[in-house]
């Protein structure tokens, strides 16, 4: 059974200029199909390369759009007449919208590299030029993200960051150096953009990103840079991202694995649409206790980097409805395909968030309650009085959940090292009639050992609060600090 | 560059540069019709898109049969759309390359600050890999000419 397609003139080049062609199928799909067997020419501009019909193709069945009906399974019957009806779009780029600066000679020099480039060209360092990128973090990620952007010479670059920079900072956060140790990042890191591209308006933000301030910090910003290292921000900056129709270059980092992808554009899924529910407190650890290799945040970073840059310029392919992840340790990038959720809360078409919330709360994370002024001496034991009851001689037995590597770096004298994961296997090393002080490195996983200990029966255990660093602090500060 | 041309009647030019300054700051979109490479008139079109018509233009498909139609009643056919870029050089974008169609003609016209400036024409490669700049020509210069503008009427 033959039926009947309606040609637009677009596309009446791959039919033999006829603007009616027939094809057969009982759906269609299947129509379709054998309509870009029969006329091959067809077939890039109905098809996406993923083999699905193009957005833009609309396809009716006498007066109905598919997409109302079965879709492609829409089944054809006799006498039916089917039309292919372009849509037709276009429009100026997302991400820079507002009246282009000129160039100095001093900037055609610096960008020379760039402006032969005809992909970039004197427009496009124009537009790079008039651009505004707002980097969240200005730790691991944000320190290339921020460099290299200054260096290409984006227009006005915004640093949210409220921490000074640690000596632990150093292996990876290239923005700031040992001088910096002390310093605010903002304070450092502006020096160092400075220092790079004196050109570069630096915005700083001397702010927690929070519910309450983020539209506001986000509004003037072109593209934003996602550096954060925990859940409750990386939803904040996605909800915020898609509410304002921003697009944001996500880049995150654990040990030797990388990810990134950009979320939030205009017909492109979110972070939401990937995981529409935080895990579980405590699950995914971060860099702080994972660990990370100095060198990835550079690979990662450099990524989000370029994607900002795309964005800006509108050219290439940018990393919208693709998830890139990075293993470092085999040298591998596998990229997944992402899609945007019809039923996504807050990029679908019937979103349910339409304004900020409490990502604390939502990441199941509670508010951090005050510090408690006494210690609860049925559980908790402080450093300084670990210290007396051990020069009283009084029989403790210490002992280190940490991990092997974390104990060659400092200890306790006279602990013995058993990892938290080895707890219950080698329960047994334990006499439950001694008394046991547990401690790790700040006191969370010791409160964990302590819990399972007391579970099992062991009367009574102590932990240390504040860990080794506390120990160290107050009562041996020359072990080394990490 | 391709050798591919279109020529615009100064009326044809004038109403796509005038529906632009119109709707500024946002963009503007129609149908252009004629024949053998001329555009002799145009069907302004209501720009529906819902994600701000400052930087975007879509033509619905109920727009589209009528462009074709009206296209049909005026003895031409449809030759392809224009398009404004509000305060952005005449140059397609990256978006504009995702959603085009093959043959058609794009003229865009760049209005910066309200005033109607650059006017190019372009041609989407066989391959959807990018655009190919046409040449645009300017005719019927004559502006007491009667004919185009019975046409466009």
């Not at chain 1, 037709?88 to 997302?94: N, Q, T, Y």
């Not at chain 2, 540069?17 to 129609?30: D, I, L, N, S």
């Not at chain 2, 040449?135 to 046409?151: E, F, K, R, Y």
Request: glycine content about 8%.
């Amino acid at each position: 059974m033959a039926t009947r397609i309606l040609i637009p003139t677009p596309l009446r080049p791959y039919t033999d200029k006829k603007d009616a062609v027939d094809a057969e199928g009982r759906t269609v799909g299947e129509l379709l199909a054998d309509l870009t067997a029969r006329h091959a020419g067809l077939k890039p501009h109905l098809y996406n390369e993923q083999g699905k019909l193009r957005s833009f193709v609309n396809v009716y069945v006498n007066d109905e759009d598919i997409r109302y009906l079965q879709k492609e399974q829409t089944p054809v019957a006799d006498g039916d007449t089917i039309s292919i009806i372009p849509s037709v779009a276009g429009g100026v780029e997302a991400a820079v919208d507002r009246e282009l600066p000129a160039l100095t000679n001093e900037e055609i020099k610096r960008y020379s590299r760039h402006l032969i480039m005809p992909e970039v060209g004197v427009d496009g360092q124009r537009k790079l030029k008039a651009a505004k990128v707002l980097c969240i973090g200005a730790g691991g990620l944000g320190s290339p993200v921020a460099m290299y952007l200054a260096a290409a010479g984006v227009g006005t670059l915004g640093i949210v960051d409220f921490d000074t920079v640690d000596f632990s900072n150093l292996q990876r956060q290239i923005l700031h150096g040992t001088p910096d140790v002390g310093r605010s990042k903002l304070a450092s890191a502006k020096d160092r953009l400075n220092a790079i591209n004196p050109g570069v308006d630096i915005q700083t933000y001397e702010t927690a990103l929070s519910s309450q301030n983020a539209l506001k910090l986000f509004e003037p910003y072109d593209v934003i840079v996602d550096g954060t290292d925990n859940f409750p921000t990386r939803y904040l900056v996605n909800d915020a991202c898609v509410l304002l129709g921003k697009p944001n270059a996500y880049g995150s980092i654990f040990r030797f694995e990388g990810q990134a992808s950009v979320f939030g554009a205009p017909n492109g899924p979110c972070y939401r649409c990937l995981y529409p529910e935080p895990p579980p407190p405590g699950l995914v650890p971060s860099c702080a206790e994972g660990g990370v290799l100095g060198v990835l945040p550079g690979v990662v970073g450099t990524i989000q980097a370029m994607e900002a840059i795309k964005l800006i310029l509108g050219i290439g392919e940018p990393l919208i409805g693709r998830f890139l992840i990075f293993d470092a340790l085999r040298m591998k990038f596998r990229e997944l395909r992402l899609r945007k959720d019809p039923d996504c809360p807050v990029c679908g078409t019937h979103p349910t968030v339409r304004h900020l919330i409490d990502y604390e709360q939502f990441c199941g994370i509670r508010p951090a309650a005050p510090e408690p002024a006494t210690v609860n001496s049925a559980t908790d034991i402080t450093a300084v009085e670990l210290k007396q009851r051990l020069d009283r001689g009084d029989k403790l037995k210490l002992v280190d959940v940490r991990e092997p590597n974390e104990y060659q770096i400092c200890r306790i004298p006279g602990t013995v090292l058993i990892p938290l994961g080895d707890v219950p296997k080698r329960i047994g090393e334990l006499d439950p009639n001694d008394e046991i002080v547990v401690h790790c490195k700040m006191g969370g996983r010791s409160a964990k050992a302590a819990d399972f200990l007391r579970a099992q029966g062991y009367k009574k255990v102590l932990n240390l609060k504040g860990g080794i660093l506390d120990w160290i602090d107050k009562v041996d500060p020359s072990q080394p600090k990490y | 560059m391709s050798n591919r041309a279109v020529t615009l009647t100064r009326d044809v030019e004038l109403a796509i540069r005038a529906h632009g300054v119109e709707t500024y700051p946002h963009e503007c979109c129609g149908a252009m019709v004629g024949r053998d490479g001329v555009v002799t008139a145009t069907v302004p079109l209501p720009n529906t898109t819902e994600e701000g018509p400052r930087r975007r233009f879509l033509v619905r498909p109920s727009d589209y049969r009528l462009a074709e139609r009206r296209a049909g009643e005026l003895g031409g056919e449809l030759l392809g759309f224009y398009h404004s870029h509000p305060d952005h050089p005449a140059r397609p974008s990256q978006y504009d390359l995702d959603h085009a169609w093959p043959t058609f003609a794009y003229v865009i016209v760049s209005v910066v600050r309200g005033q109607a400036s650059d006017i190019s024409v372009w041609f989407l490669k066989d391959d959807r890999t990018s655009f190919d700049e046409g040449t645009l020509q300017h005719g019927d210069q004559n502006p007491d000419s009667h004919t185009a503008q019975a046409v466009h009427r």
